[in-house]
T-cell receptor, first 112, second 114 residues
Framework: ETGVTQTPRHLVMGMTNKKSLKCEQH?????MYWYKQSAKKPLELMFV???????ENNSVPSRFSPECPNSSHLFLHLHTLQPEDSALYLC???????????FGSGTRLTVV | GQQVMQIPQYQHVQEGEDFTTYCNSS?????IQWYKQRPGGHPVFLIQ???SGEVKKQKRLTFQFGEAKKNSSLHITATQTTDVGTYFC??????????????WGLGTSLAVNP
């Protein structure tokens, strides 16, 4: 376990489905992130939350909707996704006082 | 836009050989971080460098931050099969204000033949 727990580990969904990814950290970190990792591309930052307030939204399509109810939990709600959205979705957390991000194990998403 | 280039993209070595990956930023960085991602895994933080010209070692791994704080390198001495994975550098732009805006390199995938 990394200290950041993501569920589910794998997800296959149709383009008309609605699903949610969950991330949880109990490291006392103030910031939480959603990243998308696709082959042959740099890690793409999607959303950043600091103390549960959204501070970054990197032009992410509205079919991805984040939710951060508190500084320990982060969700990514998915609806009407496209096949090109298939990727590894990584949650991470960090502290402004200590360096380095702690990543979760990721959700491998396949859109069919 | 701001970007970080990482070379080489792939590297195959014989076990016991040395390996180096290089990271070059288009902008001055306040710090640079290195991560390792094993096949099928997730990125794991290795180290952060902050000072100009800084060199840090972790066993067989040597990390260096350039004098201009725009480039960095990771050198592995006498590679082992456990070193297999993708090594990423990620930097915080000098004017970012906090460490929540990392710019990531594409990574260097290392394969080690036993």
């Amino acid at each position: 376990e990394t200290g950041v727990t993501q569920t589910p580990r794998h997800l296959v969904m149709g383009m008309t489905n609605k699903k949610s990814l969950k991330c949880e950290q109990h490291l006392g970190h103030n910031a939480m992130y959603w990243y998308k990792q696709s082959a042959k591309k740099p890690l793409e930052l999607m959303f950043v939350y600091n103390f549960k307030e959204q501070t970054e939204n990197n032009s992410v399509p509205s079919r991805f909707s984040p939710e951060c109810p508190n500084s320990s939990h982060l969700f990514l709600h998915l609806h009407t996704l496209q096949p090109e959205d298939s990727a590894l979705y990584l949650c991470a957390s960090s502290s402004d006082r200590y360096y380095g991000y702690t990543f979760g194990s990721g959700t491998r998403l396949t859109v069919v | 836009g701001q970007q970080v280039m990482q070379i080489p993209q792939y590297q195959h070595v014989q076990e016991g050989e040395d390996f180096t990956t290089y990271c070059n930023s288009s902008t001055t960085l306040s710090n640079i971080q290195w991560y390792k991602q094993r096949p099928g895994g997730h990125p794991v933080f290795l180290i952060q460098l902050v000072k100009s010209g800084e060199v840090k070692k972790q066993k067989r791994l040597t990390f260096q931050f350039g004098e201009a704080k725009k480039n960095s390198s990771l050198h592995i001495t006498a590679t082992q099969t456990t070193d297999v994975g993708t090594y990423f550098c990620a930097g915080t732009p000098f004017n970012a204000g906090n460490n929540r805006k990392l710019i990531w390199g594409l990574g260097t995938s290392l394969a080690v033949n036993p």
